[in-house]
């Protein structure tokens, strides 16, 4: 029990030093090194909701829609009111001229949020 202990330290460890490098490497803009260790992260703890919205940001900012779709969706699936995800995926969805899941995504915004102005200027 206590080899099976250090095990899941050291794999939570590494899913941190595989965040903390995505981090570093998105904040210098290389978002294919980021990208390679937030997928890392998500492979080492994958019911962390804020490893796939992190990884699905960076998909998004590559022009990458559809798996940016299935993160953000991930997510929301895992923590159905994290708004900034659902925002994101409105996004996705409006990227990939899937108009009427775009709206529904920026309607549930505007009610758990009134006063969020991306998703009101986008639901007009």
């Not at 998500?42 to 796939?52: A, C």
């Not at 775009?102 to 102005?117: C, G, I």
Request: hydrophobic letters at 40%.
């Amino acid at each position: 029990e206590v080899l099976l202990e250090f095990s899941e330290c050291s794999s939570q460890a590494e899913v941190n030093k595989h965040l903390e490098l995505g981090r570093d490497f998105l904040a210098r803009g290389q978002l294919s090194d980021a990208l390679t260790h937030y997928h890392a992260a998500v492979e080492g703890d994958p019911h962390n909701y804020l490893t796939y919205f992190k990884r699905g940001t960076v998909y998004y900012a590559l022009g990458k829609a559809k798996f940016a779709l299935q993160d953000f969706t991930k997510v929301l699936e895992m923590k159905a009111d994290f708004t900034a995800a659902r925002l994101h995926r409105a996004n996705v969805y409006l990227k990939l001229a899937q108009y009427r899941e775009a709206k529904e995504d920026y309607l549930q915004v505007t009610y758990s949020e009134p006063h969020n102005e991306e998703a009101a200027a986008m639901f007009r």
